[in-house]
């Protein structure tokens, strides 16, 4: 079984994780904080913005991946999947820069949202037609 658009989507994430993870330890180092985020505003935020990631990339990554399996057309795929690098990348520099709202979290949290229904609800309607 071919897998390659989901190996593709995965690879691109799992760049974007390392980079998020590095720039939690470039603020724990740099601030001399091993656990918690020392009560630094700027290392609580990157702490989020990884964590805010390992809460969506996983599951559509899932979807994604269950989906070409079970044929999806690839065209879907790697709108889907384009999408959702997007849409995460998106929401990781909104959530960098900004606390409050800002057009990247905005829309990457949206855009995330919307991948995510598509995905599952794609999924459903395959898994019972």
């Given at each position: 079984?071919?897998?390659?658009?989901?190996?593709?989507?995965a690879g691109m994430?799992?760049?974007?994780?390392?980079?998020?993870?590095w720039?939690?330890?470039?603020?724990?180092r740099?601030?001399?904080?091993?656990?918690?985020?020392?009560?630094?505003?700027?290392?609580?935020r990157?702490?989020?913005?990884?964590?805010?990631?390992l809460e969506?990339a996983?599951?559509?990554l899932?979807?994604?991946?269950?989906?070409?399996?079970?044929?999806?057309?690839?065209?879907?795929?790697?709108?889907?999947?384009?999408?959702?690098?997007?849409c995460?990348?998106?929401?990781?520099?909104?959530?960098?820069?900004?606390?409050?709202?800002?057009?990247?979290?905005?829309v990457?949290t949206l855009?995330?949202?919307?991948?995510l229904?598509?995905?599952?609800?794609?999924?459903?309607?395959?898994?019972?037609?």
């Amino acid at each position: 079984m071919d897998m390659s658009i989901t190996l593709l989507y995965a690879g691109m994430l799992a760049v974007l994780l390392l980079a998020l993870s590095w720039n939690v330890v470039r603020f724990r180092r740099r601030l001399r904080v091993g656990l918690g985020d020392g009560g630094h505003p700027e290392l609580q935020r990157a702490i989020r913005v990884h964590g805010n990631f390992l809460e969506y990339a996983p599951l559509g990554l899932i979807l994604l991946g269950l989906l070409e399996a079970d044929g999806l057309p690839a065209g879907w795929l790697h709108l889907a999947g384009a999408s959702l690098v997007i849409c995460r990348l998106l929401h990781a520099f909104g959530l960098s820069g900004s606390d409050g709202t800002s057009f990247g979290r905005f829309v990457g949290t949206l855009g995330t949202w919307i991948v995510l229904a598509a995905l599952a609800v794609t999924a459903i309607a395959r898994a019972l037609i």
